[in-house]
Every structure is written in structure tokens, then in C-alpha cells.
């Protein structure tokens, strides 16, 4: 739709953004016992209440990232895998775990992910502070998950286990 209307990164990164919680709305409308959050604060309530909790991520950029010292830039160097991986640094997550279409057939570094087109641009720097970072192709027969390693060349973080 960029390529058509040349619409601009602003207006695009922003449209793109509302489709991630409208599919988080669809996620959890075809999934039993999954509810929409907006908020990190959400999260743990919803879990309370014996929810899964789909974190919808426009509000919580908006709120969280936009107002810090280095926001996500508007750019095709940003997509849904940088987004999940700054919404769980700034969760204080360890460890992220990527659904894709694509898989692999060994672990490589985020360096190279982004290289192939695995993931975008941004994706390594922003998960540097990310302990494991994980990709699982959902097309396989018997998904398994592959470690994205960090770029500095240190020696691979374990897998950790299925929570």
C-alpha cells in the first residue's frame, strides 16, 4: 500500500501498528480463554482471572516506548519482530521467542537473521539485551525451536526448556 499511495514511514508505521492489535483482537476472539491487553500492568491481571493475555502493542508503545530515550523509529528497518522484542526488553524479559513461516536448519547469529531477511534491520541491536532468542517455524511438521545468538560472537546460550 506504500509502494501505491506513497503514504509515508510515519503514517505507515502507525497503520502497521493498528493492524497488530487488530490481530491481537482476532487472536483472541477465535482462541478460548485469551483476552486483549493493552497495558503491562494488564498482564498478570489477566492471567489472575485464569486469561491468556495478548499483549495489543500500540497503547504500550505510545505510553512506554515513545516517551523513552530511544523509541522505535518509523522505517521498514522496524517491523512486528523488533516490536516484540523491544516490548520484552522493556518487560524485562530473558528470552524471546519468534513464530515464523521460514525455519532453519541451524542456529545462526541475529546478525545474519537480519541479513537473510528473517528479521529486520533493527532486530539485533534492539535484542542485544536479550539473553536467548529463539525462532520457531510453525510450518514444520515438528516445530523446534533454533537460537538466534547474540552478534558480539560469545558462546551460545543454552536452550531454555517449553515453559
Known amino acids: 500500500m506504500d509502494q501505491t499511495h506513497d503514504l509515508g514511514n510515519q503514517k505507515v508505521h502507525r497503520l502497521a501498528i493498528r493492524s ?23 498482564l498478570w491481571a489477566c492471567r489472575n482471572l485464569g486469561q491468556v493475555p495478548i499483549l495489543g502493542p500500540g497503547r504500550f508503545l505510545e505510553e512506554v516506548d515513545n516517551r523513552g ?4 523509529g518509523a522505517s521498514w528497518d522496524v517491523t512486528s519482530d523488533s516490536i516484540a522484542a523491544r516490548i520484552a526488553v ?17 542456529d545462526i547469529d541475529r546478525g545474519e537473521a537480519a541479513r537473510l531477511g528473517l528479521v529486520d534491520a533493527m532486530f539485533p541491536r534492539i535484542t542485544s539485551e536479550l539473553e536467548v532468542v529463539e525462532l ?6 515438528e516445530p523446534l525451536p533454533r537460537v538466534l545468538t547474540d552478534n558480539r560472537g560469545g558462546p551460545k546460550t543454552e536452550r531454555a526448556g517449553w515453559a
Do not use: M, N, Y
Open 136 to 141: 520457531v517455524c510453525l510450518r514444520d511438521r
Open 90 to 106: 522493556l518487560l524485562g524479559a530473558k528470552r524471546l521467542v519468534l513464530l515464523k513461516s521460514i525455519g532453519l536448519s541451524a
Open 69 to 72: 530515550p530511544d523509541p522505535l
Open 20 to 42: 497488530l492489535d487488530l490481530t491481537a483482537q482476532l487472536l483472541a476472539a477465535l482462541l478460548p480463554g485469551f483476552a486483549v491487553v493493552h497495558r503491562p500492568e494488564d
